[in-house]
């Protein structure tokens, strides 16, 4: 599988990155990428950039080095409704809207309540792709939310930096091969995620490979390898 894309990374104006924006370009054209996204994180992260960011990233250009640029960026979801922290004016001027749970921005209540917002947030018109689903900062059912995805057209993300021994998320391993074995049986595609805080993670997927081998999981249900089905694929905002 010859990587083509990473759609979920962060510059330094995220607030605990350490590339800026024309670095992440350069190290993704340097490995090859056609796409690119970077989703920095919204306000309900500290230090995170001000909305004011996401209003005025129409003056980046979307074509830096050979790579095309998708900005876009990473949601919280607030509680169980599956809330995100920007608003609704935001959401058309992004290129890529990722929602996911962090611990800053949300309180893990109980199975049925954290998939209730998980669900929320799959359902919600603009978000296209769940950052880290299994990482494990909020337990759910997983079956429902396979389902949900593939009924929204929803990317559910195997995220590479949670299965990271030192972020020891200790329940991401399970859970990711959990969601990837529901995956293969609904036939859901997924997207890889690197979720690079620095240049040098773009499309770094080490920690997953195992994971796909241990479930046989199909090539054809990933869509790293596949720019134009990816964005084919991705919910269509009317």
């Known amino acids: 599988m010859k990587i083509a894309l990473d759609v979920?990374?962060?510059?330094?104006?995220?607030?605990?990155?350490?590339?800026?924006?024309?670095?992440?370009?350069?190290?993704?054209a340097e490995k090859?990428?056609?796409?690119?996204?970077?989703?920095?994180?919204?306000?309900?992260?500290?230090?995170?950039c001000a909305p004011i960011y996401f209003r005025n990233l129409h003056v980046v250009p979307r074509k830096m080095y050979g790579v095309e640029l998708m900005l876009g960026a990473e949601l919280n979801i607030l509680d169980y409704d599956g809330t995100v922290d920007l608003t609704e004016e935001y959401w058309k001027m992004l290129d890529l809207r990722i929602a996911g749970i962090h611990?800053?921005?949300?309180?893990?209540?109980?199975i049925v309540?954290?998939?209730?917002?998980?669900?929320?947030?799959?359902?919600?018109?603009?978000?296209?792709?769940?950052?880290?689903?299994?990482?494990?900062?909020a337990d759910m059912l997983f079956e429902p939310v396979v389902l949900a995805a593939k009924e929204t057209h929803t990317l559910l993300?195997?995220?590479?930096?949670?299965?990271?021994?030192?972020?020891?998320?200790?329940?991401?391993?399970?859970?990711?091969?959990?969601?990837?074995?529901?995956?293969?049986?609904?036939?859901v595609p997924v997207i890889l995620?690197?979720?690079?805080?620095?240049?040098?993670?773009?499309?770094?997927?080490?920690?997953?490979?195992e994971l796909l081998q241990l479930t046989e999981f199909p090539e054809s249900l990933i869509l790293n390898d596949k720019p134009e089905q990816f964005k084919q694929y991705l919910k269509k905002v009317e």
């Open 8 to 28: 979920h990374t962060h510059t330094v104006a995220s607030g605990h990155a350490f590339s800026s924006l024309q670095e992440m370009v350069h190290a993704a």
């Open 32 to 48: 090859g990428l056609e796409i690119l996204g970077i989703t920095e994180h919204a306000p309900g992260i500290p230090g995170s």
């Open 103 to 110: 611990s800053l921005c949300y309180t893990p209540g109980s």
């Open 113 to 137: 309540q954290n998939t209730s917002a998980m669900l929320g947030a799959i359902h919600h018109p603009y978000v296209q792709i769940i950052s880290h689903p299994g990482d494990g900062t």
């Open 157 to 187: 993300e195997i995220n590479n930096s949670s299965l990271n021994p030192v972020r020891h998320k200790v329940k991401a391993r399970d859970n990711n091969l959990e969601i990837l074995r529901l995956c293969k049986q609904y036939e």
């Open 193 to 209: 995620g690197s979720d690079a805080h620095i240049s040098f993670s773009i499309a770094d997927y080490s920690h997953i490979y």
